[in-house]
């Protein structure tokens, strides 16, 4: 297949409906990818983690896969650092997680914050481990070095990647794989710009349910003691525990942190931060 052309099938994946498709891991090209000069002069044991784009979100990676990389000891509770854009919330709608761009099963590298993105669970436990097991058992068979990308990606300046183009090639045989994979949750819609829960209402009752279930949490975060970091000199405070990206563009001069109740600060005519309290 022409590049141009490759280019365009990916393309039609990323600008489809993810939450309508049916089948979550598409075969590309025959399974055949599209490597360039830059690409095969990855040097073995040494990932590149691609620099985070211009929306600050986490971009891709390439490694080369070989005997040497696989690891020796699979440790069970290593330690993700947050993708850009995470926070708390991801991790208690029982959807997303922290998923590795170049699995640690493949390149037996501690996580490194390029290398994770925002997927789903079944994203990262099914499809794109079915993908890397193959890879691993085909490595450890035929004792041969693979090149490996995962290239992440989004659709306009959503949040959330629509899926994973990954593209593997033998560097010593003619064993390849390319293969999109979709961020998606079976049985769970959500919106990709910002993670939210995507729920229909049908009735004035489930709308007049919600709206109290909405008052209902505001009111009692009011009410409960968190950590927040104010900004003296425009007298916007942020929680500290989300880690806001305006929150970190303070200047120490002007930052202050304190564990109090939203509402304590609200009668000191601070202001919530809106990318913060947007729930």
């Known amino acids: 297949m022409e590049k141009e052309k490759y280019k ?29 000069q830059k690409d095969y002069a990855t040097i073995e044991g040494k990932p590149n983690y691609y620099k985070l784009d211009r929306e600050g979100r986490s971009n891709g990676a390439i490694a080369i896969i070989s005997p040497n990389t696989l690891p020796l000891i699979t440790k069970k509770k290593l330690k993700y650092p947050s993708p850009s854009n995470w926070s708390k919330s991801f991790e208690n709608k029982k959807i997303f997680e922290k998923s590795h761009i170049i699995a640690y099963s493949l390149s037996a590298k501690i996580a490194n914050p390029n290398n994770i993105f ?23 068979n035929n004792l041969v070095r693979i090149l490996y990308k995962v290239t992440v990606k989004y659709k306009g300046a959503n949040k959330i990647p629509t899926g994973v183009l990954i593209e593997a090639q033998s560097i010593d045989d003619d064993y390849s794989i390319c293969r999109f994979c979709y961020n998606v949750q079976k049985g769970k819609n959500f919106r990709y710009d910002n993670g939210f ?33 104010i900004n003296i000199k425009t007298k916007v405070f942020h929680l500290y525990d989300d880690g806001c990206i305006q929150s970190k563009n303070i200047e120490p001069e002007n930052e202050q942190e304190t564990t109090a109740k939203e509402k304590d600060l609200l009668k000191k005519n601070l202001k919530p931060c809106k990318k913060c309290f947007t729930n």
């Open 8 to 36: 365009q099938e990916i393309n039609k994946l990323i600008n489809a409906e993810p939450n309508k498709i049916r089948k979550y891991t598409v075969t590309i090209n025959n399974d055949k990818p599209i490597f360039n």
């Open 118 to 140: 925002i997927g789903t669970i079944k994203l990262n436990r099914s499809y794109m481990k079915k993908v890397e097991n193959k890879v691993r058992r085909y490595v450890k």
């Open 197 to 229: 829960i995507d729920t229909k209402k049908h009735t004035l009752g489930d709308i007049i349910k919600d709206i109290k279930d909405k008052f209902s949490r505001k009111s009692n975060r009011k009410q409960q003691y968190l950590n927040f970091v």
